[in-house]
């Protein structure tokens, strides 16, 4: 029998999976700027994590100084960008070709240090921010269900970069540049393109896709020093999932992991309950639920070791 | 005996199909040479033979062992040597060593952690040996990294003759060498093919008249000519697939 | 000659080290004492971690959670009633072992950039794991009333007897390590570093080795780990983050890539550091951060080559003309 439990649960199970979609398209803004400029440049930037935290602090402190949120989130990117291409500039331009291990550590110490800055001035502690007036309250999908309008909004957001993306990378010169340039470099500045310049152009493109992810998630998630890190990691598992180099990789996994981790988490406690009391279920679920996605990840590393989608031909 | 058969030999990339029903068979005390003008897929079925890939259909079988799905370095174990066609040693050993590790390979167990090996006098006299031969023994120790373009070939080869090999695969062993270093390694190959069976891809027509018993053709993956270099050089479908090919 | 040197130099640190719990509590300087603990724990396991990556070739950002382990493992052992500090370490050798032998399995099927990031996803996976151990302290850790005694005596306890187990251990790591190195085995690793093609062609299985290597650092590791519950009577997830194994991979580097004595003389370097410059600014870490940045960028080959400047011929892996490894 249909009953009202059974509709509450079913309205749960598709919150879970929309706020799962909406996590997946965050860690697809992420993943899609890390697997671009290692695809292309060889360069392993482990800190993407801090530009997407940066992301979410200039957001704030514009917000504060503007109190226009969309103005904001214009400034923040640029900012971001800035921020990008000056990194570029001053760093990781000559780590490019370099042994791996010297872009570890370069990476690593800037992480450490933009860590140490956000805490000196904005203070140790969570800061938030509140989604702009227009864009709060909550839209009614169906008749049982209803979702936040700034999450959903994110979503759409998240998507519409997809598209971009896809469409730049797949239809334009700027974008056959980026593609060759990832296989064959010598060739494409062989062709008398400025291959410096390409190389500042993803980079600055990374820079602000993990900034726009920060800036996104900034009302919905906490501000704090080191919020970078941790997502991070989870944007590796997602690239390692769908192929390293690979946009449409990054796409399938971040999709994937999103689902995965939010939906996973739900079902697994509520699993747990039926035979465990709550207290044990409430504790080991989200712990069972967070090894989930590595689970995920050694699974796709056995089956097929190059991820789901792999790039062709790049590095 | 045959030391080294392949029979049937079928590979696909994609649609392109690189390698077509190849077989040949090299006994023990020849050497035989692959010969085929750029893009006839003498690396790819160098590469089948030696484990970097897998044949679709056919097999490899090597002193009566088949060894088609087994992994290169078990090749290795099984007797199989083999030289690069882009000179390939350890730059940061020394020349010494290089020879050494690659004796280690079939001295026993390498799963041993307490005695240096750098003394292990067994190891270090073989190396020594297989650099005399080569003429090599005055740069025992120097880094790899410091020899010539001509030392490192004869590197390449110490390094394979160390493994004590059944048989071995040369790829373009003269690629690089100038003329007196060219004569000089076909001395040695010469001397050796008598208790070394080999197989030898090369583009060298001199190298090949003085040293392969038996030649094959290889031609958009295809065996075309198969027989003694004579034979090959007056069959119609080898002239056909060199003509315009600079390989002389 | 030069050989010689870096030896004397390694003789000299022991010596010192040796004798500083006898002459430093006199002095007023028993602070210092805890410092050294800290640089030989950390030496320990990132002696441990460059095998891996001096010798192996195999940049892992996931080598703290082994540490984590091994402290943990003897943790949970403490509180199930075993005391006997024998039992405990087969119990953090084993646990360490096991784990390590499948995780290696796993991410050696991959290289270089691909690696390094399942080392680190399987870390934060180990750290996450950690935190889910609510009986054992979650996210905040677990303080320990009691400790690992040896047959019952308190020998293994206390900072001063404790400091000299955990300066033999070190001692004997470092020496283990060093056999290693120098032995087949370690020909091996390094060959596969250099030239893995070349290295398979010979007849060797690099996945073999390697995960040999993985497992054994991963058990140094857990040693290490296990000393330092033992001193701190603490253990919590936070010894099993990235940012941990990205501090003992600074030390790595800083000391001198797979040099005989870097990763002690970069576990020191690295503790000197932080006291000093954390005593002056609290926020040292604006400095920390852009001098990690300049010595990626500038200074290769870390401390042991500007204390010992070598030639070419001296890389780490060179024979010598007396059979030493450089």
Partial sequence: ????????????????????????????????????????????????????????????????????????????????????????????????????????????GIIIFLNELAKVIFGPGTLSIEPPEVLSGSVQLTEQLRYPVYRFVTILAGLAVAVLLYITVTRTRVGMLIRAGATTP????????????LFMIVFGVGAMLAGFAGVIAAPIFAIEPGMGDNILIIAFVVIIIGGVGSIRGAFLG?????????????????????????????????????????????????VRPQGLLPAKGAH | MNVLEIRNLNKHFGAVHVSRNISLSVPDGQCHALIGP??????????????????????????????????????????????????????????????????????????????????????????????????????????????????????????????????LLLDEPMAGLGRV??????????????????????????????????????????????????????????????LGDTAQ | M????????????????????????????SYLLSLLIKAMLLAIAAISLDLLVGQGGMISLGHAAFVAIGAYTAAIGLESGIENILVLLLLALLVSGLCALVTGALALRTTGVYFLMITLAFGQMIYFTLTSLAPYGGDDGLTLWSLATFFGSDVVQGSGQLYLIILLTLLASWWGVQRLSNARFGRVLRAARDNPDRTEIM??????????????????AAVSGLLTMQHAEFVSPAMAAWQR???????????????????????????????????????????????????????????????FPANRTEKAGVTRVNGEQA
């Avoid at chain 1, 967070?290 to 699974?299: E, G, R």
């Avoid at chain 2, 891809?201 to 993956?221: K, N, P, R, W, Y």
């Fill in chain 2, 38 to 167: 750029n893009g006839a897929g003498k690396t790819t079925l160098i590469h089948q033979i030696s484990g970097v890939l897998q044949p679709d259909a056919g097999e490899v079988v090597l002193a009566g062992q088949n060894i088609t799905t087994k992994k290169t370095w078990q090749r290795a174990q099984a007797g199989l040597g083999r030289t690069f066609q882009l000179t390939s040693v350890l730059p940061s050993f020394s020349v010494l060593e290089n020879v050494a590790l690659a004796a280690q390979a079939k001295s026993g167990s390498s799963f041993r952690f307490f005695r240096p090996a750098a003394r292990e006098k067994d190891l270090n006299e073989t190396a020594m040996a297989m650099l005399e031969r080569l003429g090599m023994k005055e740069r025992a120790f120097v880094p790899a990294t410091d020899l010539s373009h001509g030392e490192r070939r004869l590197l390449e080869l110490a390094i394979a003759l160390a493994g004590a090999p059944r048989f």
């Fill in chain 3, 245 to 307: 194994s990205g501090d003992l991979l600074v030390i790595v580097v800083l000391g001198g890539l797979g040099t005989r004595n870097g990763a002690l003389l970069g576990a020191l370097f690295l503790v000197i550091v932080e006291e000093v410059l954390g005593s002056f600014l609290h926020e040292w870490r604006l400095i920390y951060g852009p001098l990690l940045v300049l010595m990626a960028l500038h200074a290769k080959g870390g401390l042991s080559h500007l204390l």
């Fill in chain 3, 203 to 220: 007849g060797f299985s690099i996945f073999r080795f390697r995960l040999t290597a993985y497992v054994i650092a991963g058990m140094i």
């Fill in chain 2, 181 to 242: 270093e060219s004569v000089m390694l076909i001395d040695i190959l010469a001397d050796l093919r008598r208790s070394i069976p080999m197989l030898l891809v090369e583009h060298d027509m001199d190298a090949i008249f003085q040293l392969a018993d038996t030649v094959s053709v290889l031609v958009d993956g295809k065996v075309v000519a198969q027989g003694g270099p004579d034979h090959v050089r007056n069959d119609p479908a080898a002239r056909a697939a060199y």
């Fill in chain 1, 1 to 108: 029998m249909y009953g009202k439990a059974d509709a509450v649960s079913l309205t749960l199970f598709l919150i879970q999976c929309l706020n799962g979609l909406q996590y997946g398209t965050l860690l697809f803004l992420i993943a899609a700027g890390l697997t671009l400029v290692f695809g292309v440049m060889g360069f392993i930037n482990l800190a993407h994590g801090v530009q997407y935290m940066v992301g979410a602090y200039l957001v704030f402190a514009f917000q504060q100084l503007t109190g226009n949120f969309f103005v904001a989130v214009v400034l923040s990117l640029v900012a971001a960008l800035l921020l990008g291409l000056l990194l570029e500039y001053f760093v990781f331009r000559h780590l490019y070709g370099r042994d791996h291990l010297d872009q570890v550590l370069a990476t690593f």
């Fill in chain 3, 2 to 29: 030069r050989m010689d040197r870096s030896l004397l130099v390694m003789a000299l640190v022991f010596v010192l080290l040796l004798a500083a719990p006898f002459v430093l509590p006199p002095l007023g300087q």
């Fill in chain 1, 186 to 197: 010598e060739m494409v500045s062989a062709l008398g393109v400025n291959i410096q310049r």
């Fill in chain 1, 254 to 302: 971040a999709l994937m992991v999103g689902l995965f981790d939010t939906v996973g988490r739900t079902l697994l406690t509520e699993g747990l309950e039926v035979v465990f009391p709550p207290s044990f279920s409430n504790q080991v679920g989200p712990a069972l639920a967070s090894m989930l996605i590595y689970i995920l990840m050694a699974a796709v590393l056995v």
